[in-house]
């Protein structure tokens, strides 16, 4: 039995009609000879309470070259944004699982009663063409790449699928990264962080409950806690920026990736005192730039958002197709058609891939000598950030939206460090962050007020109709009686933030 580390990357294809065009990379132009075409077919097992899936573990069947192959793979902890998981391969006689063949001990207690005690049904198949190479990178690195293009079926559904699969055989992983970039500068890439099983999974409507059990420990050395949780926060970035372009109509998925690039501008100006000055400027630079370019969209799904909320409490169901509502939506369809080819397109997976990279090489000041611990750069920063916000607060003049709305950005910096960070303070932080957010969430309501009475205004003058003057004072004169009150909310939430400040500033 063949066991093995099994470390890659996917790239899916964003337009399958291109593909060929990897062939004709200068990067790889000296591999044009050595691809060699297979057809595979795989099929996925379980039982049907599907212990596999709720455990972690895939079984299938391969068929490749003409010879049958059953894989076993168990899920592991992810180590600088790649899966590790181990891989058990074994022959067999034909396409049905043989349990039997199992030499790994571990293996075997688990699969020991599976076979005479639950039925091993298939739950879904890939078939796909693999065109495949070894390629050697310029670090000695030996890659595998694999251009994947077929459909997963499970019953009468399928899914198509075209991807790039680079597998480390050899060497430095951070070279998988490397490739990867300099080939997503010729062909339009996504970066796909779902397996073919997970997407096979999905399709046949199962839903995994085995989830890795992610160990933060805060006496790693400060640097490697902050690599950790940079690269744990850009797989979520990637992972809500492929959402956003499945489905761009939900609300949710664009503001969900906006706060992911929030978070990881926190940590990187958390991080600040062990980044390269220029190396912090430039990252901050990429991420506020695609935060500039999704704000009207933001900001246009808020207003939506807070029409809608506007129209239930008055139950004004009449207005549900007046004319303001057909002027947002038309507006959101402008503005989504402006952002949405940058994300469609792949217009961000370098930016991704460049930020992977530098984490994984040289991202922090850090020698062999290193030896600040996470827990206590935190503790030291954070009480930094608690003085900082204390400070902007003493100064805030409550009447400016310009001061108010610097405040924000303060305390949602201070929130978000905290969420990321708790774990490595002794003191708990879940009232001080569940303050914060309340307080966030007021600043945020007061300053979209202000925004929105811009924006309507702006919207009202391009109309003829009278009907969206009237629509439109009714929305800011809700928004305005909203923000009195909460304006009288925020100076009791303040003193509150002043009282459990105290466990945490030395």
Same mark, same amino acid.
């Given at each position: @039995?063949?066991?093995?580390?099994?470390?890659?990357?996917?790239?899916?294809?964003?337009?399958?009609?291109?593909?060929?065009?990897?062939?004709?990379?200068?990067?790889?132009?000296?591999?044009?000879?050595?691809?060699?075409?297979?057809?595979?077919?795989?099929?996925?097992?379980?039982?049907?309470?599907?212990?596999?899936?709720?455990?972690?573990?895939?079984?299938?069947?391969?068929?490749?070259?003409?010879?049958?192959?059953?894989?076993?793979?168990?899920?592991?902890?992810?180590?600088?944004?790649?899966?590790?998981?181990?891989?058990?391969?074994?022959?067999?006689?034909?396409?049905?699982?043989?349990?039997?063949?199992?030499?790994?001990?571990?293996?075997?207690?688990?699969?020991?009663?599976?076979?005479?005690?639950?039925?091993?049904?298939? @739950?879904?198949?890939?078939?796909?063409?693999?065109?495949?190479?070894?390629?050697?990178?310029?670090?000695?690195?030996?890659?595998?790449?694999?251009?994947?293009?077929?459909?997963?079926?499970?019953?009468?559904?399928?899914?198509?699928?075209?991807?790039?699969?680079?597998?480390?055989?050899?060497?430095?992983?951070?070279?998988?990264?490397?490739?990867?970039?300099?080939?997503?500068?010729?062909?339009?890439?996504?970066?796909?962080?779902?397996?073919?099983?997970?997407?096979?999974?999905?399709?046949?409507?199962?839903?995994?409950?085995?989830?890795?059990?992610?160990?933060?420990?805060?006496?790693?050395?400060?640097?490697?806690?902050?690599?950790?949780?940079?690269?744990?926060?850009?797989?979520?970035?990637?992972?809500?920026?492929?959402?956003?372009?499945?489905?761009?109509?939900?609300?949710?998925?664009?503001?969900?990736?906006?706060?992911?690039?929030?978070?990881?501008?926190?940590?990187?100006?958390?991080?600040?005192?062990?980044?390269?000055?220029?190396?912090?400027?430039?990252?901050?630079?990429?991420?506020?730039?695609?935060?500039?370019?999704?704000?009207?969209?933001?900001?246009?799904?808020?207003?939506?958002?807070?029409?809608?909320?506007?129209?239930?409490?008055?139950?004004?169901?009449?207005?549900?197709?007046?004319?303001?509502?057909?002027?947002?939506?038309?507006?959101?369809?402008?503005?989504?058609?402006?952002?949405?080819?940058?994300?469609?397109?792949?217009?961000?997976?370098?930016?991704?891939?460049?930020?992977?990279?530098?984490?994984?090489?040289?991202?922090?000041?850090?020698?062999?000598?290193?030896?600040?611990?996470?827990?206590?750069?935190?503790?030291?920063?954070?009480?930094?950030?608690?003085?900082?916000?204390?400070?902007?607060?003493?100064?805030?003049?409550?009447?400016?939206?310009?001061?108010?709305?610097?405040?924000?950005?303060?305390?949602?910096?201070?929130?978000?460090?905290?969420?990321?960070?708790?774990?490595?303070?002794?003191?708990?932080?879940?009232? @001080?962050?569940?303050?914060?957010?309340?307080?966030?969430?007021?600043?945020?309501?007061?300053?979209?007020?202000?925004?929105?009475?811009?924006?309507?205004?702006?919207?009202?003058?391009?109309?003829?109709?009278?009907?969206?003057?009237?629509?439109?004072?009714?929305?800011?004169?809700?928004?305005?009686?909203?923000?009195?009150?909460?304006?009288?909310?925020?100076?009791?939430?303040?003193?509150?933030?002043?009282?459990?400040?105290?466990?945490?500033?030395?």
């Amino acid at each position: @039995m063949n066991t093995n580390i099994e470390i890659e990357l996917k790239l899916r294809c964003i337009f399958p009609e291109k593909i060929d065009e990897i062939y004709s990379v200068p990067l790889i132009s000296d591999i044009k000879d050595e691809w060699k075409k297979k057809d595979i077919h795989s099929i996925y097992y379980d039982t049907a309470e599907n212990i596999f899936l709720n455990s972690g573990i895939s079984l299938r069947t391969r068929l490749e070259d003409g010879v049958w192959t059953q894989t076993i793979k168990i899920a592991g902890n992810s180590n600088g944004g790649f899966s590790r998981r181990k891989e058990y391969n074994v022959p067999i006689q034909d396409g049905n699982p043989d349990l039997t063949v199992l030499k790994d001990s571990s293996l075997k207690n688990f699969f020991k009663d599976t076979k005479s005690k639950f039925e091993l049904l298939p @739950m879904f198949e890939t078939k796909f063409e693999r065109n495949v190479a070894l390629y050697t990178y310029s670090d000695k690195s030996v890659l595998e790449l694999a251009v994947d293009k077929g459909k997963i079926v499970s019953g009468n559904k399928t899914e198509d699928f075209c991807e790039l699969e680079i597998e480390l055989k050899e060497g430095n992983i951070s070279s998988i990264l490397k490739l990867a970039e300099e080939l997503s500068k010729s062909v339009s890439f996504l970066l796909e962080p779902k397996s073919k099983y997970y997407r096979g999974i999905l399709l046949a409507n199962l839903e995994p409950k085995y989830e890795i059990q992610k160990e933060r420990d805060p006496d790693v050395i400060a640097e490697e806690g902050l690599q950790n949780e940079l690269t744990e926060k850009l797989q979520n970035l990637i992972l809500y920026h492929n959402r956003f372009v499945e489905n761009p109509e939900n609300f949710d998925n664009l503001h969900d990736f906006r706060v992911s690039l929030r978070k990881i501008r926190t940590i990187l100006k958390f991080g600040k005192p062990l980044i390269e000055k220029e190396d912090l400027r430039h990252w901050l630079e990429q991420f506020d730039q695609i935060t500039e370019l999704t704000n009207p969209l933001r900001e246009t799904d808020v207003l939506i958002e807070d029409w809608k909320s506007f129209l239930a409490i008055t139950k004004r169901d009449d207005l549900k197709n007046s004319i303001l509502t057909k002027k947002l939506l038309e507006e959101r369809q402008h503005k989504l058609d402006l952002i949405y080819p940058y994300f469609s397109e792949g217009k961000f997976t370098n930016i991704f891939l460049g930020l992977w990279y530098w984490l994984l090489e040289g991202a922090f000041l850090i020698d062999d000598s290193a030896t600040l611990r996470l827990k206590k750069f935190a503790k030291e920063r954070l009480n930094i950030w608690f003085r900082k916000t204390l400070k902007k607060l003493k100064k805030t003049d409550f009447n400016s939206e310009q001061d108010l709305h610097k405040l924000r950005i303060v305390t949602k910096d201070l929130r978000y460090s905290l969420e990321v960070f708790s774990f490595a303070l002794k003191s708990d932080t879940k009232d @001080m962050i569940s303050k914060l957010k309340k307080i966030q969430d007021i600043l945020g309501y007061i300053h979209d007020t202000q925004t929105f009475s811009v924006y309507l205004e702006s919207l009202t003058s391009s109309s003829d109709s009278p009907e969206i003057y009237k629509e439109s004072g009714w929305l800011l004169g809700y928004r305005l009686h909203s923000d009195q009150s909460l304006k009288s909310d925020l100076e009791k939430q303040w003193k509150k933030f002043k009282e459990l400040i105290k466990i945490f500033i030395e």
